[in-house]
């Protein structure tokens, strides 16, 4: 079965600290996986995708890590600040001719001052 | 550049009542979706399209209607509202295979 499973579930931590964020994935065939941030009240907005090909990317603050042998993937936070408090998504394309996008749970990040 | 915009961004209904979701993108998408996202749970998928006039159930499209005659809109209908199906809305678009999904701010919607 096509599924994306994140942990932890929810997680506090104190401004200024680092976190690492997982999700494991079994959707076959594998083209890529995507990372999202969706805010409170809002729709989710996309941090990184990362393809079969590539193992680590960045965007500022946030770093994702991708093993394909594993079907693994991490989402690396650093130096948090009180605006990284959201849901973190990981997605996993379930079809690559139909746009169908297989969601995890999502993780709700809380920075504390 | 709007991207995808949702309307209303609330709704309460009444059990029994029927309603339209509206969804717009202008950045000329092929594929455009709906989810509804519970508590607890992920994104679930109800309806997707690949193209104007193309439609496909989700996971989730019972009591559920769509439609696409323009690239543009994609319509989420809600034939006869059930107290299952409060939650939150999410419109999304998308173009060539690897690029990002954007969504739209979603809909909240409470069927009393």
């Known amino acids: 079965k096509n599924q994306v499973e994140q942990s932890p579930q929810s997680l506090i931590i104190l401004e200024g600290k680092n976190c690492t964020l997982q999700c494991n994935y079994t959707v076959s065939p594998f083209s890529n996986l995507r990372w999202y941030k969706q805010d409170t009240g809002r729709g989710p907005v996309s941090l990184t995708i990362?393809?079969?090909?590539?193992n680590t990317k960045s965007n500022g603050r946030y770093t994702a890590t991708l093993d394909a042998d594993t079907k693994q993937s991490s989402l690396h936070i650093t130096a948090s600040q009180l605006s990284d408090s959201a849901s973190y998504i990981c997605?996993?394309?379930?079809?690559?001719?139909?746009?169908?996008?297989?969601f995890g749970q999502g993780t709700t990040l809380q920075v504390k001052p | 550049n709007a991207g995808v915009t949702q309307t209303p961004k609330f709704q309460v209904l009444k059990t029994g009542q029927s309603m339209t979701l509206q969804c717009a993108q202008d950045m000329n998408h092929e594929y455009m979706s709906w989810y509804r996202q519970d508590p607890g749970m992920g994104l679930r998928l109800i309806h997707y399209?690949?193209?104007?006039?193309?439609?496909d159930q989700g996971e989730v499209p019972n009591g559920y209607n769509v439609s696409r005659s323009t690239t543009e809109d994609f319509p989420l209908r809600l034939l006869s509202a059930a107290p299952s199906q409060t939650s939150v809305y999410f419109c999304?678009?998308?173009?060539?295979?690897?690029?990002?999904?954007?969504f739209g701010q979603g809909t909240r919607l409470t069927v009393v």
């Open positions: 997605v996993v394309p379930y079809s690559s001719n139909t746009g169908k996008l297989i």
């Open positions: 399209s690949v193209g104007a006039g193309i439609t």
């Open positions: 990362m393809t079969f090909s590539e």
């Open positions: 999304a678009s998308k173009g060539r295979v690897g690029t990002e999904a954007f």
